[in-house]
């Protein structure tokens, strides 16, 4: 899957974004439960954070900007103040091939 990363201004992984065009919400649940030390993973349906998830003990989002976006932004809640490395979040959906395996 092609990801966009974002980086903090030190060069650190902020969070990314995954395109939303041929992606639903069963490949993300499935995608983020791959990863070690997310728990937690959980259906929003009340903002634009459209999946809630835990990693590490700390608040993590698949967010829809303004509720139709062509891409998800995947990362940590900034306002708790962790720079926690989400890298193995970014390496999962990296790998993920879907139905088109080549």
Known sequence: MKTHPILRPDGSLRGFEVTSAWITFRPLFKILRSVDGITNVRRNSTSDDRILFEFRGHPGV???PWGDNSRYWVGLDPDMGAEVDIAPI?????????????
């Open 90 to 102: 970014l390496e999962a959906f990296e790998r993920y091939r879907g139905f088109f395996r080549l």
């Open 62 to 64: 698949v967010n829809e």
